[in-house]
């Protein structure tokens, strides 16, 4: 029994390390099969809004993080417990915490992509800058010979992550 309480008491002050809120009383970590234990370790410390969820079996799970919203974090990992087949997915824990993010045009940048961007802006050209449509993918270039040279280099970095990849930012 002391053994028990020592392992909730370790996931308790765990869990109160991160902003996440836990949907469900009885959800522990320590009653997942491995896999999820696993998926659920790499899913604390992945970027919010962020969603884990459960299956009653306990040892099927889905987790989803980088979403724009906690509504299409929950909405995916519902989405990928529920493609194992597993019986009554529900999410037992999420993150709201919102992505940084930085508007460039008609383009609004995400997470990672506001960071690269702010880098890129301190460049010297020539220089390009690219994203896909929902902002977390991009790719940037610059001091490239030519500016053909940069802004294929950059959208070639865009694709890698994500596509379609479309310019939203040059200078000559």
């Known amino acids: 029994m002391r053994a028990f309480l020592r392992t909730l008491l370790a ?3 765990l869990l109160a390390s991160y902003p996440v ?3 469900q009383a009885a959800f522990s970590p320590k009653q997942m099969g491995p896999e999820c234990v696993e998926i659920y370790r790499d899913w604390l410390t992945q970027p919010s809004p962020r969603a884990f969820a459960l299956s ?3 040892v099927d799970c889905g987790a989803a993080w980088a979403h724009t919203t906690v509504d299409e974090a929950r909405t995916d990992a519902l989405d990928r417990c529920n493609s194992t087949g597993a019986p009554g997915c529900v999410v ?3 993150d709201a915490t919102p992505l940084p993010s930085v508007t460039v045009g008609d383009a609004v940048l995400i997470g990672d992509c506001t ?6 802006l301190e460049q010297a050209g020539p220089k390009s800058f690219y994203a ?3 902002g977390r993918s991009c790719g940037s270039a610059w001091s490239y010979d ?3 040279q940069t802004r294929k280099e950059a959208r070639r970095l865009c694709v890698q ?7 939203i930012s040059v200078v000559e």
């Open 11 to 13: 996931v308790a002050l």
């Open 21 to 23: 809120s836990v949907a």
């Open 56 to 58: 009653t079996n306990n």
């Open 92 to 94: 037992v824990a999420e």
């Open 115 to 120: 960071a690269d961007y702010a880098v890129w």
């Open 132 to 134: 896909t449509e929902d």
């Open 146 to 148: 030519t500016l053909q």
């Open 161 to 167: 992550y994500g596509d379609p990849c479309t310019e």
